[in-house]
Nanobody
Framework: QVQLVESGGGLVQAGGSLRLSCAASGRTFSTSVMAWFRQAPGEERELVSTISWSGGSTYYVDSVKGRFTISRDNAKNTVYLQMNSLKPEDTAVYYC????????????WGQGDQVTVSS
């Protein structure tokens, strides 16, 4: 069993930065692929980024490449999403997910954290 708790969201002006954190409990964290998804109002949930258990392999959706960085600290059971040069279109609820079953399906999800970027 894995429990995920996101933090770090909030309101920021366009061009600003935020760092999301996802604290995980459970023994499987260090061996789990971790992901960040986001969902804007009226939109489908979108895969934003993933990171392998070692941190050596990452994925980013094209719209955030060069602006967002995913990382993890297995000793702290935490995964991060550093978001720079934020744009209004990045406004969404951001979800942390663990234990990938397929590209878009994960076994465990956090409760979500709101990120709002004002223009």
């Amino acid at each position: 069993q894995v429990q995920l708790v996101e933090s770090g969201g909030g309101l920021v002006q366009a061009g600003g930065s935020l760092r999301l954190s996802c604290a995980a409990s459970g023994r499987t964290f260090s061996t789990s692929v971790m992901a960040w998804f986001r969902q804007a109002p009226g939109e489908e949930r979108e895969l934003v980024s993933t990171i392998s258990w070692s941190g050596g392999s990452t994925y980013y959706v094209d719209s955030v490449k060069g602006r967002f960085t995913i990382s993890r600290d297995n000793a702290k059971n935490t995964v991060y999403l550093q978001m720079n040069s934020l744009k209004p279109e990045d406004t969404a609820v951001y979800y942390c997910a663990a234990q990938r079953r397929s590209k878009y399906e994960y076994a465990y999800w956090g409760q979500g954290d709101q990120v709002t970027v004002s223009s």
